[in-house]
């Protein structure tokens, strides 16, 4: 189902887009909540089946003193020096039925700042299983790895997250997609 959701949410971006004055990130991300739910037919709890997905969104708009953040069931962490803060957003993913489609999302103002560096994250890379007790990486090891990568440069970071999250799985089977975002301004 990731695949077709992918697909859908590509779709509902588009018309979101079309209908959502730039900069209101919250209003898209709701938008796009209604518009995948009607795409499933997704209208009542009862409906099958339950599809929906979490999502991060960043608006830019240039004047490069701060940006919007907008998170459904997804945060958004920022690191300085050794401190890490994770602006969380809504309870709530998008899409599911079980969601009122009058369900609003928060945009929250992030301040640029040129010595921080911000991180967004699938659930898939948390959500891992791996190490000896068979355990989820998890947001504290996530946190960790991001802490001991913070001082390296961001092709770097990579390459550290990656080997982190692999050595931490193992021989034990993918669970979900992962995906990893940094940037810095």
Known sequence: PGAFMTMIATGALDRAQSEIPAGDVGALVQRMHQLIQATQKQDSVSSQPQEGMELGACYFDGKKTGFQFCGARFSLFI?????????????????????????????????????????????????????????????????????????????????????????????RERLDDVALIGFRF
Do not use: C, M, N, W
């Not at 809504?90 to 009122?100: H, M, N, Q, T, W």
């Not at 609003?104 to 040129?114: C, D, G, L, N, R």
């Not at 790895?145 to 390459?159: D, P, Y």
């Open 79 to 171: 690191a300085q020096d050794k401190e890490i803060q994770e602006i969380k957003g809504e309870r709530k993913g998008i899409g599911y039925a079980r969601v009122s489609d009058e369900q609003t999302y928060k945009s929250q103002h992030i301040p640029i700042k040129p010595d921080h560096a911000y991180y967004l994250t699938t659930d898939g890379y948390v959500d891992q299983v791996g190490g000896e007790d068979r355990q989820s990486f998890g947001k504290r090891r996530f946190v960790e790895a991001i802490t001991a990568s913070s001082g390296l440069e961001f092709r770097q970071q990579a390459e550290y997250l990656q080997k982190t999250l692999r050595d931490f799985q193992g021989d």
